[in-house]
C-alpha cells in the first residue's frame, strides 16, 4: 500500500514568542495526521520549560499516554494523562531545538484516537532529554483541531510546526 502524504498547514513562531499553537479546521480527508515540530522554549528547565501538551480538539478529557524517557543521567517510564513532547527550554545550549514528530492514525474515524510521539531535545551538555510515547484520547469525535501549549512560558521565535495529511492508496 502507498501512502501520499500532503502538507495542511505550517506555523513559524514570531517575534515575542506565543504561548500557544492551534491547527483548526483540519479537512477530514485523510486516513492520518503527522506533525512535525522544532521547537525551544522561553522559560528555563526548573520552571517545567521542557514539556509541550497536545490537545485534540482544545480538550484534556480522556487523555493517557505512556512514555519512556532518557535524561543523559536516568532512565524510565511514566505514566500520565497527557499527550506530551520534550521541548529544549531556554537555558539549553543557544539556538539550539528540539524535533518531535506526532503521528495520529485514523483521526477521522469513529474509534478511539491513538498516538505515538517521539521527541528529543538538544543540549550541549550531560542533560538532554529524549522520549518515545504512545496514548490515547477516549472520544470517538474526529480530530478537526490541535492544540500545542506549554507547562510554562512560549514557543520562542522561530519554533515550527508542520501538519501533514497522510492518505492510504490502495
Do not use: C, H
Not at 44 to 67: D, E, H, Q, T
Not at 87 to 109: C, E, K
Not at 140 to 159: H, K, M, N, V
Amino acid at each position: 500500500m502507498a501512502y501520499t502524504y500532503s502538507k495542511i498547514a505550517s506555523v513559524t513562531v514570531g517575534s515575542g514568542g506565543s504561548p500557544t499553537v492551534n491547527f483548526i479546521a483540519i479537512p477530514q480527508n485523510y486516513t492520518d495526521l503527522l506533525i512535525f515540530m522544532s521547537v525551544r522554549g522561553t522559560s528555563n528547565f526548573a520552571s517545567a520549560g521542557n514539556v509541550s501538551y497536545i490537545k485534540p480538539n482544545g480538550s484534556n478529557v480522556g487523555l493517557s499516554r505512556r512514555i519512556i524517557y532518557g535524561t543523559g543521567t536516568a532512565s524510565g517510564s511514566d505514566p500520565g494523562s497527557d499527550w506530551a513532547a520534550y521541548i529544549t527550554p531556554s537555558d539549553y545550549t543557544a539556538n539550539t531545538f528540539s524535533n518531535s514528530s506526532v503521528y495520529i492514525p485514523n483521526y477521522a474515524g469513529s474509534a478511539n484516537k491513538s498516538v505515538s510521539i517521539d521527541s528529543v531535545n538538544e543540549n550541549n551538555a550531560t542533560a538532554a532529554q529524549m522520549l518515545l510515547g504512545a496514548g490515547l484520547w477516549s472520544n470517538t469525535s474526529f480530530i478537526t483541531s490541535l492544540e500545542f501549549s506549554l507547562a510554562a512560558g512560549s514557543f520562542a521565535q522561530y519554533s515550527t510546526f508542520t501538519l501533514y495529511g497522510i492518505k492510504a492508496e490502495v
